[in-house]
């Protein structure tokens, strides 16, 4: 039973370059959630996503970042033009999508950004 | 947004004893989740506890909603609980979490 899924674990870029970020959730989830974490800080929301849709992306930043779930294939968490600041650890999570009620969120291990 | 506040931010301790760890929030909350990340950097899901009280192993948990806080116990502690202990909460209407800053954790042989 496999868990969330991201690669890659580590991404080194140059200031300038894309980073591309891949989730696979939990098998039979369908919701997809994006966080970031800043050295020494703790989680922050990004973007919560179901198959073909974003929900809320009340936390993306409005430049540079996006993200989709395609309806075949992995989440994918987009920034372009990186910067410094974007080195950070970025981490998945998925949840089962019962209607109307919040359901557990698991975690990914994570892809460790950083931008040279 | 609502906001999460944990406590203490650091604690040492050694092998063996007892701590318990607060989280408090600032808005009622339908659910929340207490996660462990480890020293390597992966969050491990510990308690989905939206209110009450459950049991796994040496960790225990109690969420009173209607007082707006959650404990985290630790029993007899190993050096494998080192890291770092988050709570976190979705806030009204939502599913993204909001998480708090964290308990830093050592337990020291």
């Known amino acids: 039973n496999a868990g969330v899924m991201q690669n890659p674990r580590h991404l080194v870029r140059r200031r300038g370059q894309e980073a591309r970020l891949r989730c696979s959730p939990m098998k039979g989830h369908s919701h997809v959630y994006w966080y970031r974490q800043l050295p020494e800080e703790g989680l922050k929301f990004m973007v919560y996503?179901?198959?073909?849709?974003?929900?809320?992306e009340s936390g993306m930043p409005k430049e540079r970042f996006s993200a989709e779930f395609p309806k075949e294939g992995p989440s994918i968490l987009r920034i372009q033009q990186v910067v410094r600041g974007d080195s950070a650890a970025y981490f998945c999570?998925?949840?089962?999508?019962?209607?109307?009620?919040?359901?557990?969120?698991?975690f990914g291990p994570g892809t460790r950004l950083t931008v040279l | 947004g609502i906001q999460v506040e944990q406590s203490p931010p650091d604690l040492i301790l050694q092998e063996g004893a007892n701590s318990t760890l607060r989280c408090n929030f600032s808005d009622s909350v339908n659910n929340l989740q207490w996660f462990h990340q480890n020293p390597w950097g992966q969050l491990i899901n510990l308690f989905y506890i939206p209110s009450g009280t459950k049991q796994n192993g040496r960790l225990s948990a109690t969420t009173v909603a209607t007082e707006r806080y959650s404990l985290l116990y630790i029993s007899s502690s190993q050096t494998t609980d080192s890291g770092v202990y988050f709570c976190?909460?979705?806030?009204?209407?939502?599913?993204?979490?909001?998480f708090g800053s964290g308990t830093r954790l050592q337990v020291q042989p």
């Open positions: 976190a909460v979705p806030g009204p209407g939502r599913r993204a979490l909001t």
């Open positions: 996503l179901q198959k073909e849709n974003i929900i809320d």
């Open positions: 999570a998925s949840s089962s999508g019962v209607a109307g009620s919040y359901n557990e969120q698991f």
